[in-house]
């Protein structure tokens, strides 16, 4: 048969939510009627995710196909289940027992805080919307017949709040589920998928020019300099380090620079040494003064505005207000023109023991139901696979310990995402992509192993916009830098959606250079937030958090990984199995657990 035939065949199945062997399709294509031999296939598979080459004889054995159940296939026979050459290699086989503990049952849901209190995030005032922690459990949903408190931390106040009954799983996927039409049902329920393609901009991938010379790291430095000043120059009045320098004492000065080092004094005082591209200068902030605390959210080689009054001696600027890049307090996000949705996940970490395969599961059949039919793209956010090698010992702890096998078997698991959804992924620290950052995307021989829904791969980080709506997605590496560094009231993992609110703040996903964030030298320094995203999206930290800064929305997504012998080492409960829904037309936010 002709290979227009089995493609039209393999798009009309997709269409209803399945993959389908290759014989399968050679069946159905030979059939009299293979439009009406792919339905009742479709009909045969009932709630499995493959149809196989059993389900298509079933189909063939109505006589309305034209085929005759007494015949058996010999090679000379068209409904002989061999490929034929040149035939497109499709869906190949999936798990197709989804009975027992697989069962897919209603997803919970985790709720939003309806209370936010206001943070300081400068010193003149601008606030945030602040995301409850554990503390807030009046707005955690509970688990589906235990009553338990869901884990992760926290949820935006602008998240919608529904309840199990205004969003269970379709009746079709969930109280039918035994019936062999009912993953039919489910997927004709969500319909055609026909979203408008992503638009990728400030992607590395082929653009990187680096070779690790010394000059390339300072030209990188000297390009974040200008364009972060570019972003403060409307607030103060800036003077060069060399020009501050020859100053009389007494002068009134201002000046951006690159926070070069921070040290306190006897006096419990901090200096904070600012360079820009001319030389360094030391700033002064008083203990007492209202913005002193801001020092302790201060990171080096991030960009900062100074205010001040020069010593009589002109060696030191005494501060009187600092100002960071930050998110005006202004901004205001753009939405989608009609009712559509995006899955924001991360972390799946196929390959690993603890990958939480029933989970994924379930979301993946619950994305086939009627419940499911606004959500049209999949944003993944980093690290589909776990990787060799990533950390001591990590061998003991795989299921799959080739890195080739390992995105095959990802593979696999995406093929269970319906196929008409617009999917973009980055990579992250355990893919098998340089480590330094930007990222670019996956290599050619990687896409060519997950180009089962013909995904978009672009770098880490890149801004990803979707129907009008900014994305910007990065995995998060820095994200351990900035909890480390800063006090746990600004940034933590319990609620790492905070940690990214200084990541906003500052205009950069890693600004400090020389800790365990590995950045490689570019033209330009892809890392900094040009443009104000509408929502910001990020990984790695595998814990579950939500909020609104200056009108960004702030999503960590957790992880599909339960915890690992390593994990538990360092102390880190992982949140996996969720999956935050979000609404391009209104930014609101519902998170669905599977587990």
Not at 259 to 273: K, N, Q
């Amino acid at each position: 048969m002709p290979q227009e035939s089995h493609r039209r065949l393999v798009e009309e199945l997709t269409s209803r939510g399945y993959n389908a062997e290759r014989e399968a399709v050679t069946l159905l294509a030979n059939a009299g009627q293979p439009e009406l031999a792919a339905e009742a296939a479709a009909d045969a598979a009932g709630d499995a995710f493959v149809v196989t080459v059993e389900h298509a004889r079933t189909a063939l054995e109505d006589d309305l196909l034209g085929g005759d159940p007494q015949r058996e296939a010999t090679p000379d026979d068209p409904t002989h289940p061999e490929t034929p050459e040149g035939a497109p290699d499709l869906a190949e086989q999936a798990p197709t027992d989804m009975g027992g503990e697989n069962d897919p049952t209603p997803a919970d849901e985790l709720l939003r805080d309806d209370d936010s209190a206001a943070e300081s995030a400068d010193g003149d005032g601008s606030d945030t919307s602040v995301s409850t922690g554990t503390e807030n459990t009046k707005n955690r949903a509970k688990e589906s017949g235990s009553g338990a408190e869901t884990t992760g931390s926290g949820a935006s106040s602008s998240a919608t709040a529904t309840t199990d009954a205004d969003r269970s799983v379709s009746a079709t996927a969930a109280a039918d589920a035994d019936s062999p039409s009912s993953a039919t049902a489910a997927a004709d329920a969500v319909g055609d998928r026909s979203p408008p393609a992503p638009e990728i901009s400030n992607d590395v991938t082929g653009r990187s020019t680096g070779t690790g010379e010394y000059a390339e790291f300072v030209g990188t430095f000297q390009d974040r300099y200008e364009r972060l000043s570019g972003l403060l120059r409307g607030r103060v009045n800036h003077r060069p380090a060399e020009a501050i320098q020859s100053m009389p004492g007494g002068s009134d000065a201002e000046m951006i620079g690159l926070v070069d080092d921070i040290r306190s004094t006897a006096s419990g005082h901090w200096i904070v040494e600012l360079e820009d591209t001319t030389g360094t200068f030391p700033c002064l902030i008083m203990k007492d003064r209202a913005f002193a605390p801001l020092v302790d959210d201060l990171l080096l080689d991030e960009c900062l505005a100074v205010q001040g009054t020069l010593a009589d001696d002109g060696g030191i600027m005494f501060v009187d207000s600092l100002h960071f890049p930050d998110v005006p307090r202004t901004h205001k996000p753009n939405t989608a023109d009609r009712h559509v949705q995006a899955a924001l996940i991360s972390d799946v970490h196929v390959g690993s023991q603890e990958f939480a395969q029933g989970a994924w599961d379930r979301f993946a059949e619950w994305l086939h139901t009627s419940e499911a039919e606004a959500v049209e793209y999949l944003l993944i956010g980093g690290d589909m696979v776990e990787g060799v090698g990533v950390y001591p010992d990590q061998d003991e702890e795989l299921d799959v310990v080739d890195i080739y096998e390992q995105y095959e078997a990802f593979a696999e698991e995406l093929k269970k995402v319906p196929g008409d959804m617009e999917i973009v992924m980055i990579p992250g620290n355990h893919d098998a992509v340089r480590l330094a950052e930007p990222q670019p995307a996956f290599t050619e021989e990687l896409r060519d192993i997950m180009s089962a829904h013909d995904a978009r791969f672009t770098g880490n980080p890149s801004t990803v916009t979707v129907e009008g709506v900014s994305v910007l997605m990065y995995h998060g590496v820095s994200l351990d830098e900035v909890i480390a560094e800063l006090p746990a009231e600004k940034a933590s993992y319990d609620e790492p959606h905070k940690a990214m609110y200084q990541l906003l703040k500052k205009r950069h996903v890693a600004p400090q250079y020389g800790g365990h964030t590995r950045v490689a030298p570019e033209e330009k320094d892809y890392l900094v937030i040009d443009e104000v995203p509408d929502v910001f999206h990020t990984g790695h930290v595998h814990k579950l958090g939500w909020g609104k800064y200056h009108n960004v929305l702030a999503v960590n997504s957790g992880c599909w990984q339960e915890q690992t012998d390593f994990q538990k080492s360092v102390n880190i409960d992982p949140d996996y199995g969720y999956a935050p829904i979000l609404d391009l037309d209104t930014l609101d936010m519902t998170v669905r657990k599977f587990v």
